[in-house]
T-cell receptor, first 115, second 115 residues
């Protein structure tokens, strides 16, 4: 069965610093992977997704993620944090064998951006 | 126009009551989902409907019953509410799931508090 693990439930960076949010996956088939962001009191919004095309995926708001099969990782990065990036970030894997569209989420990482 | 809308946004009720949460999407999608986000922000799928047909039912208590009158609506009815049902419930929709790793669009959430 597919699963994802997000390392670090809370990450704090200074404004302008590099953002690195870690996600490792487990999947019996080539995975489809997603990063979603949840701003306070809002629903989830897709940042980017990997669906077996280019391994470096660019998303919205300057975020990108690199799929590394050898490390079973899909870490999210942004070169320079903005205050507006403070939110909850979720990594997710699609339950591909069933093709039902079911998403399996990681535990989430809270990103704090300090001025 | 809001793509995925939910009503109500907040719901406070007593144990033992029956309540419903409504969800509507205007994206023309075929598939809709209900997720539960607990107090630790962990997200888990509950149900999914594709063209009004139930395709995912994730070992949710029978007190929870989804209803899809048409493919633009997926309502969640909860009988005999319990304290443990307190959570944020998210509705989401996507185009036909399959092998393309489609994006799910989330509603703003309904915060249910059972007293």
């Amino acid at each position: 069965a597919q699963s994802v693990t997000q390392l670090g439930s809370h990450v704090s960076v200074s404004e302008g610093a590099l953002v690195l949010l870690r996600c490792n996956y487990s999947s019996s088939v080539p995975p489809y992977l997603f990063w979603y962001v949840q701003y306070p009191n809002q629903g989830l919004q897709l940042l980017l997704k990997y669906t077996s095309a280019a391994t470096l995926v660019k998303g919205i708001n300057g975020f990108e993620a690199e799929f590394k099969k050898s490390e079973t990782s899909f870490h999210l990065t942004k070169p320079s944090a903005h205050m507006s990036d403070a939110a909850e970030y979720f990594c997710a894997v699609s339950d591909r064998p069933s093709n039902t569209g079911k998403l399996i989420f990681g535990q989430g990482t809270t990103l704090q951006v300090k001025p | 126009d809001t793509a995925v809308s939910q009503t109500p946004k907040y719901l406070v009720t007593q144990m033992g009551n029956d309540k419903s949460i409504k969800c509507e999407q205007n994206l023309g999608h075929d598939t809709m989902y209900w997720y539960k986000q607990d107090s630790k922000k962990f997200l888990k799928i509950m149900f999914s409907y594709n063209n009004k047909e139930l395709i995912i039912n994730e070992t949710v208590p029978n007190r929870f019953s989804p209803k899809s009158p048409d493919k633009a609506h997926l309502n969640l009815h909860i009988n005999s509410l319990e304290l443990g049902d307190s959570a944020v419930y998210f509705c989401a929709s996507s185009s036909q799931p399959g092998t393309s790793g489609v994006e799910q669009f989330f509603g703003p959430g309904t915060r249910l508090t059972v007293l």
